[in-house]
């Protein structure tokens, strides 16, 4: 009894074990099922690679909201690419797309391609994340909701089913992209590049001009581990794409993938760094750029993963190096454009996956150009590679077009100017990339006051409010050929808004006109708009250098609104704290006269005499001798006189004026009036070598010569 029980275990256990026997077959497919996922979430961390390399190349005032956009492009590339775009990418169809309905949400789909799923994810999330760059710091948050899901649901699986599935139509007529050049960063490339047309530039990337001006991100420390997280993450990106290695011939593909990538990208950023170095000399001897050599090493990795599977190592180095000269061309095209590119995603990912697409024929040692044993001719070849490039261009083109154009007509593709000027974070989202409170420690204090920032954060807050009350615009065309006419200075005119108190306004314009020595034949035409008045004392009289603190005491009154009395103007006083009034219209119009050392003055008659070509005595008034008639205690008198004087030199018009003052708003012409100088008075002038032309807020047809000084400005 014993034997036979023992002997019916024995068989059951032989039994079970033959039911649950693993094969080689079984063992290999979970090695690729294995290898697929694992390769699926390291190219699945390219997204971190890409956040921080974006992060890095913006503002930071755009830090969170760059994340956050990284962030999303997960998500809404999930939920698209999940609801129907893998089936319209790997379904069976027609030659143009798939339409199985059971891919839809996986209601139909087998467990056994799900790894598949979530490795076509991540390439499609790829994809969709290269737009990003393009557009940083200026799109809209439901704009990018938008493309982002039509990227990811349309625009990509249409062409991943024609190159990738055995039916799709560029497939069948021999378009060969291993891991994507094309239909992966070429295809972003295109999105990024129409998106950032209909964007436009961001504000101050080109001045009035059309000159670029260099916007640099807040910080290369991020920018470059992001860099070296999309190079790791590469490897697995060309490497994975074979999609098994249970078998030896799989094993080799791997293995020359993952080295051609190295190759292509070593080649590519060295000669990245050279070029930079040699042909952009920005600083004496050049520059050693990390940025372009960061972007150059990318784009050669982007170059070889169209042919990484099948090229040589030694073929593949030379590719990279003109891969290198590729990304340069486009980068100095997209700003020739005037098309603004953060992060030069256009000409990493559609200079790299152009030239991959264009060069595989000639560089693959099997089924090449110069394979003699190959049954499909080199024309056909070339020909398929063309054509697969041109229509993966037009596809994604015309797709993105017609979104961005319906965005912008909705007016929710751009965001405002307030928003754009103030930054994504605080006004979007509400969370500062840098908080200045999170920065606030007792260490930092030198009393008891509390927490505070650090000296260096301090001093840069200070110099980033004053540099706030600048901002440069542009010209009306109409107002420019007037001043052309008038002057017959052809040379380009700026217009420079400059608003604050009058020390700040002229430390700032003796700054720019120091600093921009190229128009040196230019004219300074110079608007001034007074923002408040001040009562003056019942007595006005000429005070000498040695009074002038008693007078500006005795001057300090409370405002009031215009009345029968004088008034002085406050546009130009130095002190902060003053809380300037524009006082009311009047009712009636009145002359714009000025009150010259007790003496009124008409201004608007002796403009109209200027314009008129008459010769006007700025300082001789109705009823009073010439100048050169007054005796030498009058003379003794003004040279003792106070006052803020600005001159600015330029070259001398028919009239003699050598600064000119632009009334432009009639709105304000009796807010401000000027005392006219002689050249003689002054020849201590530290701009005499500097001429610029400043045009602030409207060019008009006035101009006159003035005095700002506070005793004799007044109505």
């Given amino acids: 009894m014993e034997t036979t029980t023992a002997s019916t275990v024995a068989a059951n256990v032989t039994t079970i074990a033959a039911e649950h026997e693993m094969t080689l077959e079984d063992l290999r497919m979970s090695m690729d099922t294995f290898f697929l996922i694992i390769n699926s979430m390291l190219i699945f961390f390219l997204q971190g690679g890409f956040a921080f390399l974006e992060a890095g190349s913006v503002r930071s005032k755009n830090t969170t909201n760059i994340l956050i956009k990284n962030l999303l492009d997960i998500l809404l590339a999930c939920a698209a690419f999940w609801i129907f775009g893998y089936m319209f990418a790997y379904s069976d169809g027609n030659t143009f797309i798939g339409t199985d309905l059971g891919y839809i949400c996986s ?73 994507g050049s094309g239909v992966v960063h070429h295809l972003g490339g295109v999105c990024g590049f129409v998106g950032a047309v209909f964007l436009g530039p961001r504000i101050g990337r080109f001045d009035a001009k059309g000159k670029p001006v260099d916007i640099p991100g807040h910080s290369i420390p991020l920018a470059a581990l992001g860099a070296f997280i999309l190079l790791f993450g590469f490897f697995a990106f060309n490497g994975s794409t074979q999609g098994a290695v249970g078998t030896p011939e799989d094993m080799m593909i791997v293995q020359r ?29 050049g520059k050693w750029s990390l940025l372009s050599t960061i972007n150059g090493t990318l784009c050669g990795m982007i170059t070889t993963c169209a042919f990484c599977n099948l090229a040589e190592p030694h073929v593949t180095f030379i590719v990279g190096i003109f891969s290198a000269f590729v990304y340069a061309f486009i980068h100095f095209a997209m700003i020739w454009l005037k098309i603004d590119d953060p992060l030069d995603a256009v000409a990493v990912h559609s200079g790299g996956g152009i030239l991959g697409v264009l060069v595989t024929p000639l560089v693959i040692s099997e089924g090449g150009v110069f394979d003699a044993e190959n049954g499909v001719t080199a024309m056909h070849q070339i020909w398929s590679q063309l054509v697969g490039i041109l229509v993966i261009t037009a596809w994604s083109a015309v797709i993105s077009s017609i979104l961005f154009y319906i965005l912008k007509l909705n007016n929710k593709l751009r965001v405002s100017r307030k928003i754009e000027l103030q930054g994504l974070d605080l006004a979007k989202h509400g969370e500062s990339a840098y908080p200045a409170e999170a920065w606030r420690e007792l260490q930092y204090s030198n009393d008891d006051s509390g927490p505070t920032l650090p000296p260096h954060m301090l001093s840069t807050s200070t110099k980033m409010k004053e540099k706030e009350l600048f901002e440069m615009k542009n010209v009306d065309e109409k107002n420019v050929d007037e001043v052309k006419n008038k002057t017959g200075n052809e040379s380009p005119v700026f217009q420079n808004k400059m608003v604050g108190s009058w020390t700040k306004v002229n430390a700032e314009l003796r700054k720019q006109m120091l600093n921009l020595e190229d128009f040196k034949d230019s004219e300074v035409v110079l608007t001034v708009k007074p923002i408040g008045f001040r009562k003056l004392s019942s007595e006005t009289r000429l005070v000498s250098e040695a009074d002038t603190a008693s007078t500006v005491s005795s001057e300090l009154e409370k405002k009031e609104p215009i009345g029968l009395g004088g008034f002085t103007n406050d546009a130009f ?45 700025g300082d001789q008034v109705d009823g009073e001798p010439n100048e050169k008639e007054v005796g030498t205690e009058n003379e003794e008198a003004q040279k003792e006189f106070h006052s803020s004087t600005l001159r600015l030199d330029a070259p001398l018009s028919d009239d003699g004026l050598s600064a000119k003052m632009e009334f432009g708003d009639d709105s304000d012409k009796e807010d401000s009036i000027y005392e006219q100088l002689d050249e003689e008075q002054l020849d201590s002038d530290p701009l005499g070598s500097v001429r610029q032309r400043v045009m602030v807020d409207t060019v008009g047809a006035t101009t006159l010569e003035f005095n700002n000084s506070r005793e004799s400005s007044m109505i």
């Fill in 107 to 179: 209601v139909g789909l087998d467990s056994s391609k799900y790894a598949h799923f979530f490795w076509c994810f991540v390439f499609c999330a790829t994809a969709a994340t290269i737009v990003s760059g393009a557009v940083a710091e200026r799109c809209d948050l439901p704009a990018y909701f938008a493309y982002s899901i039509v990227l990811s649901g349309l625009v990509y699986p249409v062409v991943a089913h024609w190159a990738w599935t055995p039916g799709g139509w560029l497939a069948v007529n021999g378009y060969i992209d291993f891991a």
């Fill in 257 to 285: 993938a993952v080295l051609n990538t190295m190759i292509g990208g070593c080649s590519s950023g060295l000669t990245a760094l050279i070029f930079f170095r040699y042909s952009l000399k920005q600083v004496p001897g």
């Fill in 573 to 617: 006083e130095g002190d902060d704290s003053e809380d300037y009034t524009k006082p009311p219209p009047d009712t009636e119009e009145k002359p714009f006269q000025e009150t010259h050392f007790g003496s009124w003055r008409n201004i608007d008659e002796e403009v109209q005499k200027r314009l008129n070509g008459e010769h006007v005595n």
